[in-house]
């Protein structure tokens, strides 16, 4: 026998309280310790592979798991799965003692980590982001290789799987960049940021895009003074004041120097770059410390100092680090905030001289930088959405039970990553903010970067259209830029287009349906006998399966390695199908050739399933010629299924690809609309804006009867301007007034 008993001189510091160790001789696998958490103390969020037990021996607190708090006691027993980050927190005044037991069962660890459900994401709202584009410009396939494509996948495959997810964006409208493309057009800032935010609406909808919020900073009514508050609950926090720091200036017209109006040499990796950012090494600067600075005027700079808000950034060192223990955290991410933190004093910038932007409450001639001000816009898109649906989420009450979720490319990592979460623990000092962080690197074109100054880009107009969008959604995907550059090169994309998916996949279906109407007369035999042979390519099927589950999961996300998986579907079913093939007229095989075809027909079936994020129109195409009833919306299978005997298919002659679009396909290709009768343009630009079948009834319905979401309604807002030059604003697209009614209005707009 042996007693151990609780002794506060063995405790030492271990995952943020006091820990001591339980011996226990001869008991293998199996640890032991005790605990100690002081009054308002708390431990280090953390996850591990082994399944842990804790009894709380004394005090009062609360123990955290993946967001979801519960309050514990003497005498609560609380078992944690593998992988599951949790925090014992001390709410109580007095000390929380607890013991805790841990062991390693591989078989439970394996089958915790390829869950689902992982993390609560089933349990709670997931908002998944990715970053505002800044409406200086279209989207090319550089932007759309990133952020966009990626956060819509993912969103779409938690949606298969029962999760309430949604996918959230907007127009970042107060960017310095939209001040410079006004100075180049001739413009004003509000035109330009109008005509490229909607541009950039509908190039989303042509790649079957479809953000559930889509914010335009510069127009939503209750944006600013939304801003203004939060704002002034970082004032508040005292962290956020106003200091004199080191500015530059043209040395001609005095201009204050930040962002695209300045350039120079990063004083941390000696890249060339622009004001406040490296897109080599990710790290900030404060402009006045660039070597070599060059205004975009006039080429000279002078030296001097303006007063500005700014937070002391290095006081946040542990407060970062703690919060990246929570989410998905790339490595990548946590060394950026290595190097940033290697800083022994960083007082950064939170507000600009500018006249294009959001003020803080009692700073005339100041603005809210934009980058501070999106971390705002992320919680505002949150409360927009929820009184959109009926959930009463605010942005100036974020839940702990949110889900946070981030696309964004390398270039803007800082600001997620890091910046993000201190002004998240100053304006909302009791909310622990629960984030993944997907990144992406830079895709190229041709090697270079994609440019819009020097039109080296392939802009989504350019190559989007209805037979297109799957083929540049697979190519996006499986060139992706994740974990290092990738790139785009024209005729590599064509060929892959032509030999990967219509000679590969379509070939391959339209052959399955000519096999499978000569031998069975179009209709699915059932299964008979199984040969070992059989057996294995329905495991392969399976392993495939569970592949791609983990590729496109919250925790292993990679389109890249998904793609790969949905080509191998492919690849195992032609191998399959011409060793099959031998014995095809083989009199006393029929039974066995009817497995062959129900098994080739189920590979095609689960392509249909699990190619719905990454190609969601050829999945669902396919998925109805195999009879499949997706009411409701597809789901995410758990096993590879046979398609039921008796269904009748037909695959032969379907054409599912194209590399390029059609001539009368090109956005813009169409002559000019009647303007005595708009009614025929506009109901197709609404059905084709909806995703709405082309012989639906539009006329006698409203926007919100349709269904649109304010993404779409910007959208065809744009496509009126570009085609009538009329600017109908949002409110009145999305009044009570049917389509008809739209267009006769438009009609009598036109013909003044």
């Known amino acids: 026998m042996k007693i151990d008993t609780f002794d506060p001189a063995a405790l030492s510091a271990a995952f943020g309280i006091d820990m001591s160790t339980i011996d226990l001789p001869g008991v293998a696998g199996l640890g032991a310790g005790w605990g100690r958490v002081a009054p ?12 842990e037990m804790f009894v709380i021996v004394s005090g009062t607190g609360e123990v955290v798991v993946d967001g979801a708090r519960h309050p514990v006691g003497p005498g609560t027993v609380i078992t944690f799965d593998p992988f599951e980050a949790h925090v014992l927190d001390n709410t109580g005044d007095e000390d929380v003692v607890f013991v805790t037991c841990y062991w390693r069962d591989p078989r439970h660890a394996a089958e915790a980590a390829t869950r689902t459900g992982r993390r609560r994401f089933d349990e709670r709202p997931v908002f998944v982001f990715s970053t505002p584009p800044t409406p200086n410009g279209d989207l090319h396939l550089g932007h759309l290789s990133g952020p966009y494509l990626g956060a819509d996948a993912f969103v779409r495959f938690q949606r298969m799987n029962g999760v309430r997810a949604w996918h959230l964006t907007g127009s970042d409208d107060y960017q310095s960049y939209v001040v410079a493309r006004a100075e180049q057009d001739r413009s004003t800032p509000e035109r330009v940021a109008a005509q490229y935010s909607a541009e950039i609406a509908r190039t989303l909808e042509l790649m079957d895009i479809r953000p559930d919020q889509y914010t335009v900073t510069s127009t939503d009514p209750e944006y600013r003074e939304g801003l203004r508050d939060f704002f002034a609950a970082l004032e508040a926090s005292g962290k956020v004041a106003r200091h004199d720091l080191p500015a530059l200036f043209d040395q001609e017209t005095g201009q204050y120097l930040y962002e695209v109006d300045v350039s120079g040499t990063c004083p941390s990796c000696a890249a060339a770059t622009s004001g406040n950012i490296c897109e080599e090494c990710g790290e900030p600067h404060l402009v006045a410390d660039l070597a070599d600075a060059r205004s975009r005027a006039t080429g000279a700079v002078r030296a001097g100092s303006q007063e500005r808000f700014a937070l002391p950034l290095h006081e946040f060192r542990e407060a970062v680090a703690a919060h990246h223990r929570l989410g998905r955290v790339p490595a990548r991410l946590r060394e950026l905030a290595e190097r940033v933190f290697a800083r022994e004093t960083f007082d950064l910038p939170m507000s600009h001289p500018s006249r294009w932007g959001v003020a803080p409450r009692g700073a005339d001639g100041q603005v809210i930088w934009v980058w501070p001000e999106m971390s705002y816009g992320f919680l505002h898109g949150i409360s927009r959405l929820g009184a959109r649906i009926g959930e009463s989420w605010h942005a100036d009450k974020p839940e702990q039970d949110w889900k946070i979720v981030h696309f964004f490319g390398y270039d803007n990592s800082f600001y997620h990553s890091i910046l993000y979460p201190v002004l998240y623990r100053l304006a909302f000092p009791d909310w622990e903010p629960d984030i993944d962080y997907h990144v992406n690197e830079f895709y190229l074109l041709e090697n270079q970067k994609f440019s819009t100054s020097r039109r080296h880009a392939v802009w989504g107009k350019e190559i989007l259209a209805p037979e297109t969008v799957d083929a540049v959604r697979f190519y996006l995907s499986r060139t992706r830029a994740e974990g290092e550059r990738t790139n785009f090169e024209r005729d590599a994309y064509t060929k892959t287009v032509r030999e990967v998916l219509i000679d590969g996949w379509q070939g391959w279906l339209a052959d399955l349906g000519r096999r499978l109407t000569s031998r069975y007369g179009g209709v699915v035999p059932d299964a008979g006998v199984w040969t070992p042979e059989h057996t294995a390519f329905s495991a392969r099927l399976g392993a495939r399966l569970t592949a791609v589950t983990a590729h496109l999961g919250q925790d292993g996300f990679s389109l890249r390695a998904a793609t790969t998986e949905l080509e191998g579907i492919v690849t195992d079913a032609r191998a399959f199908a011409a060793r099959e093939e031998v014995l095809a007229d083989a009199s006393g095989w029929q039974s066995e050739n009817r497995t062959a075809m129900a098994l080739e027909l189920a590979a095609a079936r689960l392509l249909a399933r699990v190619a719905t994020p990454v190609m969601p129109r050829f999945a669902a195409r396919l998925a109805a010629l195999l009879g499949e009833d997706d009411e409701g919306g597809p789901a995410w299978p758990s096993t590879v299924a046979l398609v039921p005997a008796g269904t009748r298919v037909d695959l032969t002659g379907q054409v599912f ?28 630009l609404i059905r084709s804006t909806l995703g709405l079948p082309a012989d639906a009834a539009v006329a006698d319905k409203t926007l919100k009867e349709l269904g649109a979401s304010s993404l779409q309604a910007v959208a065809v807002q744009y496509q009126i301007l570009e085609r009538l030059d009329l600017d109908i604003p949002i409110p009145e697209l999305l009044a009570e007034r049917n389509v008809a009614a739209l267009g006769r209005a438009l009609a009598q707009e036109v013909a003044k």
């Open 657 to 684: 690809f194209a590399a390029e679009p059609a001539a009368s396909d090109t956005p813009g290709a169409a002559g000019p609309p009647d303007a005595e009768d708009p009614l025929p343009w506009l109901a197709d």
């Open 40 to 51: 308002g103390r708390r431990s280090d969020a953390h996850q591990h592979d082994e399944t």
